[in-house]
């Protein structure tokens, strides 16, 4: 089935521990990205990837990291994750980034930086 | 910023069709229209897009007006599963060194009632 998954979808911790969430599509899509979503400010794009070892940051990306060795995998890395990081993440992945490729989205990692 | 506008909320009957109206007056001759839902803060998943001429899948049809300036998601036998919210999305135009992304308002919340 294709689908994008991410890991894990609920995480607690604390803050200043590092911690990373993977996200992987198995339908060989060339872009990546990752969101967040608040109440109030909807999704905002924090970085994203238009193919391997090609990354750029999106509109919030303070505070994260990213990588792309393999095509299917993007993991989005906190080195010190903060309290604001709290959010729902997701991350989506096409094709490519044309204008008529669809984005699809992975389930959603529900983070909270105590 | 996005650059639609969408009502707040809608409601609609169960078996009815749903008519969820969006503006987008600035949209640009190559971008694209994209219908998004979001079911109670799962990943957000792709209904259907259209560039100019009206659109169906097996989920929707998307009806956008001569000028481009408006379109509309018809969801034609609406069902309790239906209730979510629906984004409409324009799809930011590439630009050199520019971010490809989809710019997410607040959508409409539709709640489909027995």
């Known amino acids: 089935e294709a689908q994008v998954t991410q890991n894990p979808r609920y995480l607690i911790t604390v803050t200043g521990k590092k911690l990373t969430v993977t996200c992987s599509q198995n339908?060989?899509?060339?872009?990546m990205s990752w969101y967040r979503q608040d109440p109030g400010l909807g999704l905002r794009q924090i970085y994203y990837?238009?193919?391997?070892?090609?990354?750029d940051k999106g509109d919030v990306p303070e505070g994260y990291k990213v990588s792309r060795k393999e095509k299917r995998n993007f993991p989005l890395i906190l080195e010190s994750p903060s309290p604001n990081q709290t959010s729902l993440y997701f991350c989506?992945?096409?094709?490519?980034?044309?204008?008529?490729?669809?984005?699809?989205f992975g389930p959603g990692t529900r983070l909270t930086v105590l | 910023d996005a650059k639609t506008t969408q009502p707040t909320s809608m409601d609609c009957a169960e078996g009815r069709a749903a008519n969820l109206p969006c503006n987008h007056s600035?949209?640009?001759?190559?971008?694209?229209v994209y219908w998004y839902r979001q079911i109670h803060s799962q990943g957000p998943q792709y209904i259907i897009h259209?560039?100019?001429n009206n659109e169906t899948n097996e989920m929707a049809s998307l009806i956008i007006t001569e000028d481009r300036k408006s379109s509309t998601l018809i969801l034609p036998h609406a069902t309790l599963r239906d209730t979510a919210v629906y984004y409409c999305?324009?799809?930011?135009?590439?630009?050199?060194?520019?971010?490809?992304?989809?710019?997410f308002g607040k959508g409409t919340k539709l709640t489909v009632n027995p």
């Open positions: 989506a992945s096409s094709f490519t980034r044309e204008l008529s490729d669809t984005q699809y």
């Open positions: 339908m060989n899509h060339e872009y």
């Open positions: 990837s238009m193919n391997v070892e090609v990354t």
């Open positions: 600035t949209i640009s001759g190559n971008e694209y």
């Open positions: 259209g560039l100019k």
């Open positions: 999305i324009v799809r930011v135009a590439i630009t050199q060194g520019g971010s490809e992304k989809l710019v």
